[in-house]
């Protein structure tokens, strides 16, 4: 069971991250600030924030399987749980700034004006995170078997 949730958790951040990279690296660059491509943006911003939405949900509920399964592999090892915790935190931050960008409506405008700088910090935290899951992994006993 935790192998799957694994899979479903591992899947969900490859996709979060692997799609904003190519949006951000991609995509955007070749759009640019007239009426034309501004309509072609937000269309993709559209379609993307379901898919954005859908990969939070999934990467949360299984992260909670995830941490569940850590609990009884490495128990209360203080330097495990807050590294671990720093993860959590990142990875907070960086929901919260994919909803901001793709929350419907006016009230997030500002942001989504600096969509490339966000992206970038999207992309960074990304890596950061993965950074950490995979010294967590490779780092304290148990996790990895």
Not at 22 to 46: G, K, M
Not at 81 to 108: D, H, N, Q, R, V
Request: no cysteine.
């Amino acid at each position: 069971m935790f192998t799957i949730l694994h899979a479903i958790h591992l899947f969900a951040v490859v996709v979060a991250i692997g799609g904003s990279v190519v949006l951000r690296f991609i995509v955007y660059p070749f759009l640019d600030s007239d009426e034309n491509t501004q309509a072609v943006r937000n269309e993709i911003f559209a379609r993307w924030r379901k898919v954005v939405w859908i990969m939070i949900i999934l990467i949360t509920l299984t992260g909670l399987g995830n941490a569940h399964q850590s609990a009884m592999r490495v128990g209360k090892d203080f330097l495990y749980w807050m590294i671990f915790s720093a993860k959590i935190i990142l990875a907070l931050g960086l929901f919260g700034i994919s909803l901001m960008l793709t929350l419907p409506g006016e009230t997030y405008d500002r942001f989504r004006r600096e969509r490339n700088k966000w992206m970038h910090a999207i992309v960074a935290l990304g890596g950061v995170i993965i950074l950490i899951s995979a010294y967590l992994r490779l780092n304290f006993p148990g996790i990895s078997q």
